[in-house]
């Protein structure tokens, strides 16, 4: 689990946070079974009623337009929600044209930094490889 603060996020912004990663599961057309994975934990972490939880989830079949899903994240929300949408991008291991443009459009309306998207994918793929280290430990723990 990533420390951060979504659930402390106002309901209205949680619920924003959570249709933009729906819109990313869907930019490349394809929804694997590791994003949906990804997907899952996260909107864990948002805390939604069920009724909220079932919207994002239809939002995956006919997700919104990235402007609507912008429209309702404050600055905190909105930098959570590029993290989670870069992780997303990963999830399926490579992150292609459609998604990249999609992950700087938010970092403009976010006016964040030029290099955000560099410097989150460089990030993910540090943690991705400490994830296979932990996993390599745990291979070795029984010998």
């Given at each position: 689990m990533l420390p951060d603060t979504v659930h402390k996020l106002p309901r209205e912004e949680r619920y924003a946070y959570a249709r933009l990663l729906a819109f990313m599961a869907r930019v490349d057309n394809e929804l694997t079974v590791d994003e949906m994975a990804m997907f899952e934990q996260r909107l864990g972490t948002a805390l939604l009623s069920p009724n909220q939880r079932q919207?994002?989830?239809s939002a995956l079949?006919?997700?919104?337009?990235?402007?609507?899903?912008?429209?309702?994240?404050?600055?905190?929300?909105?930098?959570?929600?590029?993290?989670?949408?870069?992780?997303?991008?990963?999830?399926?291991?490579?992150?292609?044209?459609?998604?990249?443009?999609?992950?700087?459009?938010?970092?403009?309306?976010l006016e964040l930094a030029d290099d955000s998207v560099e410097r989150l994918l460089n990030w993910t793929v540090k943690g991705t490889m400490w994830m296979q280290e932990g996993y390599d430990l745990l291979n070795t723990l029984a010998e």
């Open positions: 919207m994002i989830r079949k006919t997700p919104p337009t990235l402007e609507e899903c912008l429209s309702g994240l404050g600055p905190e929300a909105g930098r959570l929600a590029l993290r989670d949408a870069t992780l997303m991008a990963a999830a399926d291991g490579t992150v292609d044209e459609d998604e990249r443009d999609v992950l700087q459009t938010i970092v403009e309306h």
